[in-house]
T-cell receptor
Framework: SQQGEEDPQALSIQEGENATMNCSYKTSINNLQWYRQNSGRGLVHLILIRSNEREKHSGRLRVTLDTSKKSSSLLITASRAADTASYFC????????????FGQGTELSVKP | DAGVTQSPTHLIKTRGQQVTLRCSPISGHKSVSWYQQVLGQGPQFIFQYYEKEERGRGNFPDRFSARQFPNYSSELNVNALLLGDSALYLC??????????????FGNGTRLTVT
């Protein structure tokens, strides 16, 4: 079974709007990562937040982590049509090497 | 620098056959992982190899096996194919700094269709 659950499953917005995706997980983690996948292609790493961090920024991306609620959110500001893709959160655990557990993903559609 | 390369890009096999998928990691990356992604779902972990040793295995049957070569490239083998094995198989490499925080770099995958 997959660790992460993402919400919403699908999101449709207009260009220029902000997009927020949420991820919940079940057990203690070492870090949480967000990946993007364009249709039928490989995943691209976006950002990593460690368990002792609460917020992280990268360009138009802002990630928060609340370990007490076992949840994370990804905010994409001023979205563009090129941001249309599926977004996945993935959790990494101590003593499990590089194994990542991925959520089901949020499918984001940004309309021009 | 070249990214992670996978071959072939597409493959059609019949039930009961065997398949071998190949992956070349980014230069300098010693860790290779394999994931299966069924349409509409997130990737599921199959294997991780580091320095030619299996470091982790997901919840997949023994029909799935893998290995890593001295040049860090890797192969994933699946025997006795079932219809349910139809999926996108993704290979990912990482630097593996030992603190579980190395991002994965994915190839574009092999699309396997079992008929």
């Amino acid at each position: 079974s997959q660790q992460g659950e993402e919400d919403p499953q699908a999101l449709s917005i207009q260009e220029g709007e902000n997009a927020t995706m949420n991820c919940s997980y079940k057990t203690s983690i070492n870090n949480l990562q967000w990946y993007r996948q364009n249709s039928g292609r490989g995943l691209v790493h976006l950002i990593l937040i460690r368990s002792n961090e609460r917020e992280k920024h990268s360009g138009r991306l802002r990630v928060t982590l609340d370990t007490s609620k076992k949840s994370s959110s990804l905010l994409i500001t001023a979205s563009r049509a090129a941001d249309t893709a599926s977004y996945f959160c993935a959790t990494a655990f101590y003593n499990q090497g590089g194994k990542l557990i991925f959520g089901q993903g949020t499918e984001l559609s940004v309309k021009p | 620098d070249a990214g992670v390369t996978q071959s072939p890009t597409h493959l059609i096999k019949t039930r009961g056959q065997q398949v071998t998928l190949r992956c070349s990691p980014i230069s300098g990356h010693k860790s290779v992982s394999w994931y299966q992604q069924v349409l509409g779902q997130g990737p599921q972990f199959i294997f991780q190899y580091y320095e030619k040793e299996e470091r982790g295995r997901g919840n997949f049957p023994d029909r799935f096996s893998a290995r890593q070569f001295p040049n860090y490239s890797s192969e994933l083998n699946v025997n006795a194919l079932l219809l349910g094995d139809s999926a996108l198989y993704l290979c990912a490499s990482s630097l593996d700094t030992g603190d579980w925080s190395s991002p994965l770099h994915f190839g574009n995958g092999t699309r396997l269709t079992v008929t």
